[in-house]
């Protein structure tokens, strides 16, 4: 049985660990019970779904319904010679979906280890890390109409994957709660090595046959010495997208500040690392009382123990507005503010 709790804290279900109350809040292991969960909500209830709470900031108390998303399960449900498919329940971490992966042998997943938040939460905002997104092993997704509770399969390509985005943060946003997410993996692995640091890790971990454990390892290690544990420090990861700007505007730049990094994209484009610019604008590692900017990581904001949310959305706004005075570029920000 279903119960919902009133007045109840989300301090420790936002990675942020941001103090904020929900009016309710009731969690739910199975379909049935979030058909349930739905019944109860009263007319004209603004629900929010929490899976991880890894890429939220909660800057005031939730006059709503918060479901927290709690479906574990995880199957093998069709194979060939080269593929499996895997359908894994929305609730389960991603991470140790990730390990599961890496102990049965299935190759795709090995470069998106240690990805804080869920599996129903990874497809919402395309979820990515040294070279790989999960749009590469997507098969498909369901989920759960709020309005008509009706279940929808998507496929890739209604999901609208883009670089840190969905269709679930766009058109469709707050109107389907994911319920379980299949993807498809191979049983012969590609090793994807070139991005970054990886290769140089394997070297130093003195890594001389490459497996799918190697390189989660590597994704591990170098994670861990660049990213706050939220176990630890209170964060929600990249705050903002890296972005893309036109090749006329990058040129342009490149002859003010001559060491500005850019990656060529499609369409002459190019993208310009978020990290890059907000250490240039003097932010790198400075604290304001209870929150700040990662030492490490300058993308990553960060709260100490009892910073506010909206602390952390002003000096998001004052860091957007630094480096736009700067370089003339709008940072967007990656999490989703409440
Ligand atoms: N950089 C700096 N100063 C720093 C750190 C980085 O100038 O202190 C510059 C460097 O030029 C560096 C570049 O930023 O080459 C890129 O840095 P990094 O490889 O750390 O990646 P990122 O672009 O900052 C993105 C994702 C991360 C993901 C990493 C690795 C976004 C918004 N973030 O960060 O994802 O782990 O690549 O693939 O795309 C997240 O989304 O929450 C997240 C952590």
Redesign the pocket.
Known sequence: MIKVEENVSLKSYNTFGIEAKTARFVAFKSIPELLDALKLRQANESILVLGGGSNILLTQDFDGLVLKNELKGIELIREDDEHIWIKSMAGESWHQFVLHCIENNWAGVENLSL?PGTVGAAPMQN?????IEIKDVFESLEALEIESQKTKTFTSEECAFG??ESIFKTDLKGKYIITSVTFKLKKEPEFNTS??AIQETLDQMGVSELSIKAISDAVIHI?QS??PDPAKIGN???F???PTIDTLDYEGLKAEFPSI?GYKQAENKVKV????LI?QAGW?GKTFGEIGVHK?????LVNYGNGKGNDIKNLAFEIQASVASKFGIELTP?VNII
Not at 127 to 131: E, K, L, V
Not at 273 to 276: D, L, Y
């Open positions: 990805i979820i990515g890390a040294y070279g670089y840190r991005y970054g994670r660049k990213l929600a990861g990249s903002f997208k890296n990094p690392p978020a990290a890059w250490e790198k490490n990581q300058p993308l990553v990656e």
